[in-house]
């Protein structure tokens, strides 16, 4: 299946925990081209996890639009939904294990990952040999899980995200507690689904690194897309509501409450600070 385009429009999401709202997302806007990658960055607790199982219909925005193709997925019926996730979306979760049977080999991890595309689209669903081929597998069919190695087996839950040739990629930290060598041959396997399936690939990673090898880094911050990296290059973004986040470093300079002349010269945007007055609190 082609690479699929995902959309997201003022996305929010709250968890209730005990009668108290988190607000883990508080209005992503974000666009991914189909057959591009992305690496979702940025601080613990920012609301990357969140964003991903919004992506992969695992949970329904509070909020906003997540879109996957032409399906609204916050709208879809549950039937659609879990159609979507045996087919069209394939996700890897953190931890390569959580993804397989440690105790079966790969040919039966893949089967099992196949089962629902195999019904519902059987001339999409590629020979599982194949797809270990693209993440460097081939030929261990009939090896057990738990025999192989950690790389090989972070390699193995990518084929098993894979196995239904899904259009969108999610995959949740798939570098960590990987040596050098290790990671390497994970990113190999990314590009090689990506550039021979046209694959679209979104993983979440706390590695700058990795997220400078994908290409396009988005930085999530507070549970906005706080900025953007392009080849290196770091970029504000211009939220949906017309908000723009500071670097993180500049805030110290600039705390809240700074006022800022915003200008466009030249078609350039530029902002200057102003010194004022504390407002204070009315009292004497
Ligand atoms: N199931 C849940 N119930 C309640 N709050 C949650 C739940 N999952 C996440 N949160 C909260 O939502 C916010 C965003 O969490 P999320 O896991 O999406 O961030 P993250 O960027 O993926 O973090 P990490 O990099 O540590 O995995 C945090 O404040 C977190 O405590």
Known sequence: MNGIAVVCRRVVHIYRVEGNDVVALSGVDLDIAPGSTVALVGPSGSGKSTLIALLGGLMRPSAGRVQVGLVDLGKA???????????DIGVVL??????????????ANMWLAQRRA????????????????LVGLGGFGEATVGELPPGAQQRAALAVGMAASPG??????????L??????????????????????????????EVGARLGRAITIRDGRVGAEGRDGQEFAVVAGDGTVQLPPAMLEN????????VESVDGQVVM?????????????
Not at 77 to 87: S, V
Not at 118 to 133: T, Y
Not at 168 to 177: C, F, G, I, N, Q
């Open 168 to 177: 969108l990629l999610l995959v949740d930290e798939p570098t960590s507690r």
């Open 179 to 208: 040596d050098r060598s290790a990671r390497d041959e994970v990113l190999d396997a990314l590009d090689t689904v990506n550039r021979e399936r046209g694959t679209t690939i979104v993983v979440v990673t706390h590695d700058p």
């Open 272 to 284: 200057v600070s102003a010194t004022h007055e504390p407002v204070g609190d009315g009292t004497p």
């Open 77 to 87: 019926a549950d039937a659609e939904l879990a159609r979507m996730r045996g087919t």
């Open 254 to 261: 600039y705390p809240p409450g700074t006022l800022l002349a």
């Open 94 to 107: 953190q931890g390569a294990a959580r993804n397989l049977l440690p105790h079966a080999t790969l040919a």
């Open 118 to 133: 195999a019904k519902v689209r059987p001339a999409d669903v590629e020979p599982f040999e194949r797809i270990l081929g």
